[in-house]
């Protein structure tokens, strides 16, 4: 009776493993096709705001699978495209899209943990970076890893260069349409740190930073994409 007990244990903690796989491969396959259905309307974007005149130097935080960094790049024969992300799963993700689409302008993987001081991010310097660019980040990390990306942003991009971000945000302190709601809801029921932020608020922590808001255009699935500007130390004040 006891190993007969045992064995319905042991069955109960497989099947558990099991569907816990099955739900963590639902959840990467969901994120993928994500990035497969936004990656086109991002380019569009992109293309508007790349310059086509000289080399660009692109640091891409949370990286994810590798998609926007393989797909996007090809269009940029002008880029040199560093990914990078925090989770080791993903930097295997980006090294075996990399390989499997052969671009050349996609340097490996780099981690980096956006609520860390830029002084721990890889190595990189002061002014050193063209473009910064986040996709579906900030609304599903902690506020201080937006704060951080900010405040590295503020040092380590030229004047002029740019931050694109990427997501669903408040606009003004209003969550908008309903299915936005309903989101946010979702994720800070999953974790309280999570949520949409407004822009508004992105803005005030960027100009803390010496970025200055450029623009935000609309993007399909209620999302948007916010471009926000390095200015020189003379636009300070």
């Known amino acids: ?35 497969d259905r936004n990656k086109g309307p991002i380019l569009e974007v992109m293309r508007e705001l790349v310059p ?24 940029f024969p002008n880029i040199t495209w560093q990914p990078s992300d925090i989770e080791q799963r993903c930097l295997d993700s980006i090294a075996a899209c990399i390989k499997a689409t052969g671009v050349r302008n996609v340097r490996p993987a780099v981690r980096i943990d956006t609520s860390q001081p830029w002084q721990q991010w890889a190595g990189h310097q002061p002014e050193s970076c063209d473009m910064m660019m986040c996709v579906n980040m900030i609304h599903i990390s902690p506020i201080r890893c ?11 991009l030229k004047t002029d260069g740019q931050l694109v971000a990427y997501g669903p945000f408040s606009i003004h302190g209003v969550i908008s349409p309903e299915s936005n709601v309903r989101f946010d809801e979702h994720l800070r ?42 200015g020189s130390s003379n636009d300070s004040g």
């Open 1 to 35: 009776m006891v190993q007969r007990v045992a064995q319905v244990a042991s069955t109960s903690e497989v099947q558990n493993h099991l569907r816990a796989k099955r739900l963590r491969h639902l959840s990467r396959m969901k994120r993928v096709s994500a990035a």
């Open 52 to 75: 086509l005149d000289r080399s660009i130097y692109m640091l891409e935080v949370a990286s994810g699978g590798g998609t926007h960094a393989a797909y996007i790049s090809q269009a």
């Open 146 to 156: 937006t704060q951080g990306m900010m405040e590295a942003a503020g040092v380590l």
């Open 189 to 230: 029921a999953q974790n309280p740190e999570w949520g949409l932020r407004d822009v508004d608020y992105l803005t005030e922590v960027a100009q803390k930073q010496g970025l200055q808001f450029q623009r935000m255009v609309d993007m399909p699935a209620n999302n948007k994409i916010l471009v926000f500007k390095k």
